[in-house]
């Protein structure tokens, strides 16, 4: 991490922060705004760390936001993410070498690979300077964040967790949150389909505890593999060696056989038993709600061990943007020649931010045939991680880029009828609060490979439409209309729920002389001109096989939040919200420099 910090302030992209701030609350506040200003801010160093409420004052510093810009992500991996990407593509198109030169080449590519294997290093590690055991073991004497009001305890929110499957063949680097229960247990959030949990179901078949070693900080590329989508079975330290073209250098932990990088700053070790699940959470999660509590295994620490020269690298998650967008852009790019294996005829794909990752991705495709679109969409649904994703939009090869958005949804509206609509059911991410049952719901497909004729429909201004809306809907508080220009223009209604959203709909279809799409949100916590906080709500909120209505030309979409009126039994979360008096405290101390505009652009409050 010390070398992390060197190169960040060489290129003036670090802000120290030297003013006495809390564990609780308040660093990860500040981090919060930062992330949010252009460009992802700068990196944090808080270097006077206190826990208010015991009086402590830690040795260490927190180091936050590490990855949360384009330029620092590609200082951290050391190169850029395109070429990553071309590497990656040039090793899956291998051919036999033609001429001496090519083969010269081939061999060079070929030594190189290598390095991709990790290196176990004899004898301690930098991260084992220090070792704490038994009656020392104290998880308290970190500086662990507690980020959110509402949230259940401190998170170890940047755990690289090692892990190996029962019969020690398999080894796993896997990126979940960790709750400090007290000073030696740990909750471990790893969600039913990630690696780690695989393994943890062999342990309890078995009977037998599982050991598990996190590593925190060292070469911050550790972290970014531990969050890499690879398939179960494949050590994310490949892609560590592939991208460093040096071998990840690991050290065994001292009471696990788990290897962990030498260089990292803390290695907290420890052993689950699988007979025993506690609740965890609640957590203000990067979906922008809390997630609520869930029982998950539990970690003994057996020991704690650090470099002496140690700081506390953490990350803060809640609504977009975040530091994960940066980490999201690199996956995304270095994942796709492995995606286009798959689905040869993906030309490209992007996440956008406020679609939470899995809630939304666009993707262009070069269709050869009726229901290509429609075949990716279940490519994409039984692809690894890539199976989470609830709503997909595919264009064809001359749809324009991706990440222009204005243009881009032009571009599908002026082609969409509620034809162009594939809604399925299929496995959801676990984060998932919408659907009426955890971890399964509706996916939404949209074909616009195609063009489609349409009219568009007769434009009213706001005012009088939403004075007609309101004729038909008296809960409609509120209405906008987007993309007017399009043969679909996107009407944004808020109300005060009193009825189902179906009801709303169908009251609404006499006015489909001037509504296309209709899309209806709660008036709390909502502004209907604010498009991307409402593509963030709404995408987080649907479940597609419930939300979604049809007649004629018209499409409803129900964004609201989802209660007994719905016959929705869940617990419906809160959203993850900034404490006022936290903010406050901030700016009197004067760190706080987040513009108004973005602060309720983005509703941290
Ligand atoms: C900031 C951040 C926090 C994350 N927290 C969790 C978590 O608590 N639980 C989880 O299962 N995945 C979490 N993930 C996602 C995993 O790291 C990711 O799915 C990874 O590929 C899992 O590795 P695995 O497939 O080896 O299990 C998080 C990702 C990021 C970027």
């Known amino acids: 991490m010390k070398k992390t910090i060197k190169l960040l302030t060489k290129e003036n992209e670090i802000r120290v922060i030297d003013d006495a701030l809390d564990i609780y609350l308040e660093i990860p506040h500040l981090a919060y705004a930062e992330v949010k200003k252009k460009d992802g801010g700068k990196a944090l160093l808080f270097t006077n760390v206190i ?58 590519d070929l030594f190189a ?18 070792e704490y055991l038994n009656d020392d073991i104290n998880l308290l004497d970190i500086p662990v964040l507690t980020t959110w009001e509402q949230d259940g305890g401190p998170f170890i929110t940047m755990g690289q967790v090692y892990t190996q499957s029962f019969d020690g063949q398999l080894v796993n680097v896997g990126m979940y949150r960790l709750q ?18 695989h393994f943890f179901d062999q342990y309890q078949k078995a009977g037998k505890k599982m050991p598990v070693s996190i590593a925190i900080g060292g070469d911050p590329l550790y972290t970014w ?20 073209k040096q071998p990840a250098r690991l050290v065994q932990s001292i009471t696990t056989p788990l290897c962990v990088p030498e260089d990292a700053d803390y290695v907290i070790e420890g052993w689950i038993d699988p007979s025993e699940l506690k609740t965890e959470g609640p957590f203000g999660d990067h979906t922008g709600y809390y997630t609520l509590e869930e029982p998950y295994p539990v970690m003994e620490v057996s020991a704690i061990t650090t470099k002496k020269d140690r700081v506390f690298l953490a990350t803060v998650v809640g609504k977009p943007p975040l530091e994960d967008k940066y980490m999201g852009w690199a996956t995304g790019k270095i994942f796709f020649p492995l995606l ?34 429609k075949q990716f969409m279940h490519a994409f649904w ?28 032009t571009y599908i509206l002026d082609r969409f009828t509620p034809k162009s609509m594939f809604i399925s059911e299929g496995i959801l991410d676990a984060l998932d609060h919408s659907s009426p049952e955890t971890l399964v719901g509706g996916k939404l497909g949209i074909d616009a490979t195609a063009a489609n ?73 909502n502004d209907v001109n604010n498009s991307y906080m409402i593509i963030w709500r709404v995408t987080n909120n649907m479940d597609a096989q419930r939300d ?26 809160d959203d993850v919200d900034c404490t006022k008096s936290v903010v406050e405290s901030l700016k009197e101390k004067g760190l706080w420099d987040l513009d108004d505009k973005l602060f309720n652009e983005y509703q941290l409050m």
Request: aromatic fraction near 10%; proline fraction near 5%; charge should be positive.
């Open 51 to 108: 826990d208010k409420k015991s009086g402590k004052k830690f040795d260490e510093s927190v180091l936050m936001n590490v990855f949360g810009s384009y330029k620092r992500c590609e200082l951290l991996f050391g190169r850029t993410i395109e070429s990553i990407a071309d590497e990656i593509t040039k090793l899956l198109h291998m051919k036999p070498p033609a001429s001496f030169g090519e083969k010269l080449s081939m061999a060079s």
């Open 113 to 130: 690979l290598k390095n991709i294997f990790p290196k176990r290093l004899k004898g301690k590690g930098k991260c084992q300077e220090i």
């Open 180 to 197: 400090v229960y007290d000073k030696n247990h740990l909750g471990m959030h790893w969600q039913i389909h990630k690696d780690s949990s």
């Open 225 to 244: 593999c531990a969050t890499a989508p690879l398939p179960y079975g494949v050590n994310e330290l490949l892609m560590y060696g592939l991208i460093k």
């Open 340 to 373: 286009k294996t798959t689905v040869p005829d993906l030309l490209d794909y992007h996440m956008p931010e406020n679609g939470g990752f899995h809630n939304l991705i666009l993707a262009k495709m070069q269709p050869h045939y009726k229901g290509h679109a």
């Open 382 to 409: 039984g692809a690894g991680q890539m199976s989470f994703v609830k709503h997909a939009i595919f264009v064809d090869e001359n749809g324009p880029r991706l990440d222009n958005y204005e243009v881009f949804a």
């Open 453 to 525: 004729k349409v009219e568009a429909p007769q434009l009213l201004g706001d005012e009088e439409l939403l004075k007609e809306v309101k004729e038909l809907i008296p809960d409609a508080v509120d209405l906008h209309q987007f993309m007017r220009r399009t043969k679909n223009p996107i009407t944004v209604i808020s109300l005060n729920k009193t009825k189902t959203v179906k009801e709303y709909f169908e009251a609404l279809v006499t006015l489909s002389t001037y509504i296309r799409i209709v899309v209806f949100v709660d008036v709390e916590k």
């Open 548 to 573: 979604i209505f049809i007649s004629g030309l018209m499409v409803g979409i129900d964004g609201t939040n989802k209660t007994s009126l719905d016959g929705f039994t869940r617990e419906w979360p």
